[in-house]
């Protein structure tokens, strides 16, 4: 569309063709306009005529600034960035952080030996567990393929939960006692190298940043000062509180109520505020995959020992002649002020920073499997106990293995521009918040499993009897079950629960109140009598229809308040998946109930709650299950 820029000494108005932002058309834009607005005065347009050659230069620079100007706007927006920095800017702001290379993932077994021992108690061989070895995160674990990887989590051959199992096998035999075990633990581990540099500080600096310029960096591992003082990596240099993970020791071994706790929880999740803090960030080179990088550490803006209050005064203190008041007038409305104080955590001064880092990965490290052996840093590697045989000692330390029985996967060369442009849409649209009560389900489902395995949750609004004095619409209640090692739902232990409340606490609206609640279990047994087709052999027909019913009332098909159609089983015994079947004359529920059985201690009258073929659960939320599907699925042939 023309603009009207400017008239002429008769008042008639002079457009420009703003669309026009190439060379040929600014050119062309400029000679109509000579022609319409001066058309006696210009009139040689030939290409050696000054005037040409004024137009051609007013239409170069035109050219030129209309190309910068669409490269800058373009460079504002994720999806049609081409500069690797403004790239990696843009998926910092939207909240993702790049990768310039990926590491590759594995599974790792992990075998030691310890010696027997005769347990008069039991009159049995049991494993001597003072024996048994503690393996710290981090141990390189390395073989014939040339890659290192790093083991994850914590080992200890001591401990077994449903989480971190150890499995126990007899190893060697003396007549009929066993004389050793052998003891099998499972890990995670990631293709990477821990580096160290060490950085000079003197005079705190606000908002000091700091390269470390290496080839495939995959991260921070730890930074700590010459006094010892660790700082803590965060999202954001304003988030003061952070996860801290400590084992849980159950500190409460005679409580029944805890008991369970270290079987199922193997770590306890805590807040702890950390006033030394930064934040890192890649800077890359100008080829994306080249794997070269620029790991940057910036710290925060604390540059003073002064109280904040000091420095940005309580506005409730700030005035002229206040009684035995300080007179900050002077320095209470000054924006700079908050750039010195500690909200943004502390800034590190006079001292030495040993920064430890991660690099590795690419398509490299993806090897194959059988090829991990031994650890390469014993260091990592100690007993659970003192006061052992050395001897023996030093046997069992030399029984260690281990070995990779699947391919190392996931390595790779980072994220190409295309990643960029998707994995920080779906950052952002993510917004790592509960607000929703789906938000909520996703959220407990997510939490790391060190921290307990959640099984099943289901949420709702609280009833308003069941509402205390004060509490509005953003209660939540969170019912939830867990599962046991044999993958029985159990109720959740108190420590799962405290984990799960401090990891929701962080997404959570600040207004909004999470009740973690357990859910009811409601323990059935199921009956059914089948016709066999004549020809087809009655025990195959019924232990085929037994399989079916198993896998129906599976654990991970069911729900909580999730009721239970009569004859969406009717159908699934009838619909031809179990040939031989010829009518089901009947199915029937009871509900099995006694802790001592191994049930759930909740009786339910099914009956009553079974209305129009559908048996409904608890109006307190609540979930079916066959415990026990082998036994509590009983079926038989009948007669027409």
Do not use: H
């Not at 190392?408 to 917004?431: E, F, I, K, M, P």
């Amino acid at each position: 569309m023309p603009y009207p820029l400017t008239t002429n000494n008769n008042g008639v108005n002079r457009d420009i063709e703003y669309i026009n932002r190439d060379f040929s058309e600014m050119r062309s834009t400029l000679i109509n306009f000579a022609k319409t607005y001066f058309p006696t005065t210009v009139t040689d347009f030939s290409a050696t005529s000054p005037g040409m050659m004024f137009i051609e230069m007013a239409s170069y620079v035109g050219d030129v600034m209309a190309f910068y100007t669409d490269n800058q706007i373009q460079e504002n927006f994720i999806q049609y960035a081409k500069q690797i920095n403004n790239l990696y800017d843009l998926s910092y702001m939207m909240g993702y952080k790049p990768s310039v290379t990926s590491a590759a993932t594995t599974e790792l077994d992990i075998f030691q030996i310890v010696p027997a021992i005769y347990d008069a108690g039991s009159g049995e061989w049991l494993p001597d567990f003072r024996y048994s070895l503690i393996i710290n995160e981090n141990a390189t674990v390395t073989g014939n393929a040339g890659n290192p990887f790093l083991i994850q989590n914590r080992i200890d051959f001591s401990q077994s939960s449903s989480l971190d199992s150890t499995t126990v096998s007899v190893y060697e035999i003396t007549g009929n006692d066993p004389v050793s075990f052998l003891l099998k633990k499972n890990a995670q581990a990631i293709s990477a190298t821990i580096n160290t540099t060490n950085i000079t500080v003197g005079s705190p600096e606000r908002f000091a940043t700091f390269n470390v310029v290496t080839q495939q960096p995959l991260g921070i591992l730890d930074v700590t000062d010459s006094d010892g003082n660790e700082w803590v990596e965060v999202d954001y240099l304003a988030q003061e509180t952070v996860f801290e993970s400590v084992r849980n020791t159950n500190p409460f071994p005679n409580d029944p109520n805890t008991q369970n706790d270290t079987a199922e929880v193997g770590d306890l999740l805590r807040l702890k505020k950390v006033p030394r803090r930064f934040v890192s960030r890649f800077v890359s080179s100008n080829n994306l995959n080249s794997g070269s990088a620029t790991l940057q550490l910036q710290f925060g803006a604390g540059t003073t020992n002064d109280y904040d209050e000091q420095i940005v005064p309580n506005p409730n203190n700030v005035g002229i002649g206040l009684p035995y008041g300080q007179n900050k007038l002077t320095t209470a409305y000054s924006p700079t002020n908050f750039m010195f104080d500690k909200t943004y955590g502390v800034a590190p001064s006079n001292t030495t920073l040993t920064v430890r880092y991660l690099t590795g990965g690419g398509v490299g490290a993806n090897i194959p499997a059988n090829t991990l052996s031994g650890i390469s840093n014993t260091a990592n590697v100690l007993f659970s106990t003192d006061s052992l045989d050395p001897t023996l000692a030093q046997t069992i330390f030399n029984s260690l293995a281990v070995n990779n029985p699947n391919p190392a996967t996931g390595g790779g060369d980072g994220d190409t521009v295309q990643d960029l442009r998707l994995n920080s849409l779906a950052s952002y649209a993510s917004q790592l918040r509960a607000v929703t009560q789906e938000d909520y389900l996703v959220r407990a489902y997510s939490l790391p499993s060190q921290y307990g395995s959640i099984a099943k949750v289901y949420t709702e609004s609280p009833k308003l009897e069941n509402t205390l004095p004060g509490e509005n619409n953003s209660v939540l209640d969170l019912y939830i079950l867990a599962y046991n090692d044999n993958t029985r739902l159990v109720n959740a232990t108190s420590a799962l629960k405290q984990n799960l409340s401090t990891y929701l606490s962080q997404y959570r609206m600040i207004g909004d109140s999470v009740r973690i609640k357990d859910a009811f279990i409601i323990n059935i047994g199921v009956n059914f009598e089948i016709v066999v087709l004549p020809n087809f052999n009655s025990n195959q027909v019924l232990s085929g229809c037994i399989s079916q019913l198993i896998n129906y009332f599976n654990v991970s098909n069911m729900q909580i308040n999730k009721p239970i159609i009569i004859n969406e089983l009717y159908t699934l015994l009838t619909c031809g998946v179990v040939p031989g079947v010829q009518n089901v004359k009947n199915i029937s529920f009871n509900n099995k109930v006694g802790e001592s059985l191994g049930y759930s201690k909740y009786a339910y009258a099914i009956e009553g709650a079974t209305q129009n073929g559908v048996i409904y659960p608890s109006q307190d939320p609540s979930i079916f299950e066959v415990k026990f599907p082998n036994t509590d699925i009983k079926g038989r042939v009948v007669s027409l």
